[in-house]
């Protein structure tokens, strides 16, 4: 059974630094995208960034430049450093994985999500 478990979130000032890590543990042959989505109350779930297994990335215009998304492909993990947090980033995160499972055909896997509160 695959898993997604993020870590790192919780409450910060305006201005300051959380670093967000997911792990994906499973029977996992291959680990393509992963990303860091969000959801705002209210809001619908948004993208943040993702990055491919050849580390290309890609990233929300309202964090770009403030954000940054790595991984650890031989741990199956990916991070999700941010910066320079504004009150509109307050949201859950969850991580996002496409993978394939051995025997199985690629599939696209979510964590539980982890909150993120950004304080004015």
């Known amino acids: 059974q695959v898993r997604l478990v993020e870590s790192g979130g919780g409450l910060v000032q305006a201005g300051g630094s959380l670093r967000l890590s997911c792990v994906a543990s499973?029977?996992?042959?291959?680990?393509?995208?992963m990303g860091w989505y969000r959801q705002a109350p209210g809001k619908q779930r948004e993208l943040v960034a993702s990055i491919t297994s050849g580390v290309r990335t890609n990233y929300a215009d309202s964090v770009q430049g403030r954000v940054t998304i790595s991984r650890d492909n031989a741990k199956n993990k990916v991070y999700l450093q941010m910066n320079s947090l504004k009150h509109e980033d307050t949201a859950v995160y969850y991580c996002n994985a496409d993978l394939v499972v051995t025997g199985r055909p690629s599939y696209n896997y979510w964590g539980q999500g982890t909150q993120v509160t950004v304080s004015s």
């Open positions: 499973g029977n996992i042959f291959r680990n393509n995208v």
